[in-house]
């Protein structure tokens, strides 16, 4: 499975930003899609996560009421869409994906599969 994440850039706090993770390659293999993130010094952590083929979602305190993930999955395609950004929500924001429907989905350490990071900056 390779995944693919984009949509990052410079938005004003306030604003809205969404970001996109297209998987390809073995994505029947796919059980749950997440959004890490990382900030300069800080370690990765948790923002979101939702099953590939259902309806479950999962969602940081931090971002929860702001962000909303969501999927295509005809275009294979998991999206979190950005709503009321604030400076502490920069980071790189990474796609990552699970082979199993079990356990913690709030740890990166069950992520299986990656995406290259994208770079979200919040201006204030």
């Known amino acids: 499975v390779q995944l693919q994440a984009s949509g990052g850039g410079l938005v004003q706090a306030g604003g809205s930003l969404r970001l996109s993770c297209t998987a390809s390659?073995?994505?029947?293999?796919?059980?749950?899609m997440g959004w890490f993130r990382q900030a300069p010094g800080k370690e990765r952590e948790f923002v979101a996560a939702?099953?590939?083929?259902?309806?479950?979602?999962l969602y940081a305190d931090s971002v929860k009421g702001r962000f909303t993930i969501s999927r295509d999955n005809a275009q294979n395609t998991v999206y979190v869409q950005m709503n009321s950004p604030k400076p502490e929500d920069t980071a790189v924001y990474y796609c990552?994906?699970?082979?199993?429907?079990?356990?913690?989905?709030?740890?990166?350490?069950?992520?299986?599969?990656w995406g290259q990071g994208t770079l979200v900056t919040v201006s204030s």
């Open positions: 390659g073995r994505t029947s293999s796919i059980y749950v």
């Open positions: 990552a994906a699970r082979d199993r429907a079990d356990g913690l989905w709030y740890s990166p350490d069950k992520y299986v599969y």
């Open positions: 939702m099953y590939w083929s259902g309806r479950s979602t």
